[in-house]
T-cell receptor
Framework: DAGVTQSPTHLIKTRGQQVTLRCSPK?????VSWYQQALGQGPQFIFQ???????QRGNFPDRFSGHQFPNYSSELNVNALLLGDSALYLC?????????????FGPGTRLTVL | QQPVQSPQAVILREGEDAVINCSSS?????VHWYRQKHGEAPVFLMI?????EQKGHEKISASFNEKKQQSSLYLTASQLSYSGTYFC????????????FGSGTRLSIRP
């Protein structure tokens, strides 16, 4: 079992550009959540996808959008990048929306905006 | 709303015990505990649900006081491998699967 995988590992962009991050959930998991983690802070909830629809959303602007594919993998898109978007982006997968189940985190994508 | 963790940081000698607290202003459906080592992803420790608790590891346990909307993580006879940042994540009744994390407690273990 490969666990949760994310790509790319690192990314450097300039202000105003757009970025797409990818996540493949753990085998058997159908729910994907995305988090932004700034240095020294806890993960901040961006949004969650289940059955190809956004089910929950945190306090992030519309510049942050996502998608889930039929195979449960997911993408996070960020438009018009700002310096403050520099962070570790974590993807977590779980089974279902009942909140009973543990989330498995991927290794993250380190985004640097210059 | 983000749960509040205390203390923010703690330094122990190997073999000592530690308690990390997590409190919320909202009624909680679940509390999730994770440990994150530098440069790595958070690793699941355990989840506690209303009306019960689950132990994920032998010397690491947790309690959930639903009336006080608090949870505590107990680390006994700490080992060097326990070092890292501990996060609690909470889910409430309106959005049980939306887990909101605290800012973390940094635990350092000295030999």
């Amino acid at each position: 079992d490969a666990g949760v995988t994310q790509s790319p590992t690192h990314l450097i962009k300039t202000r105003g550009q757009q970025v797409t991050l990818r996540c493949s959930p753990k085998s058997g998991h159908d729910t994907v959540s995305w988090y932004q983690q700034a240095l020294g802070q806890g993960p901040q909830f961006i949004f969650q996808y289940y059955e190809e629809e956004e089910r929950q959303r945190g306090n992030f602007p519309d510049r942050f959008s996502g998608h889930q594919f039929p195979n449960y993998s997911s993408e996070l898109n960020v438009n018009a990048l700002l310096l403050g978007d520099s962070a570790l982006y974590l993807c977590a997968s779980s089974g279902g929306l009942n909140g009973h189940n543990e989330q498995f985190f991927g290794p993250g994508t380190r985004l640097t905006v210059l | 709303q983000q749960p509040v963790q205390s203390p923010q940081a703690v330094i122990l000698r190997e073999g000592e015990d530690a308690v990390i607290n997590c409190s919320s202003s909202k009624a909680l459906y679940s509390v999730h505990w994770y440990r994150q080592k530098h440069g790595e992803a958070p690793v699941f420790l355990m989840i506690l649900l209303k009306g019960g608790e689950q132990k994920g590891h032998e010397k690491i346990s947790a309690s959930f006081n639903e009336k006080k909307q608090q949870s505590s993580l107990y680390l006994t006879a700490s080992q060097l491998s326990y070092s890292g940042t501990y996060f609690c994540g909470t889910g409430d009744y309106s959005s049980a699967s939306k887990i909101i994390f605290g800012s973390g407690t940094r635990l350092s273990i000295r030999p």
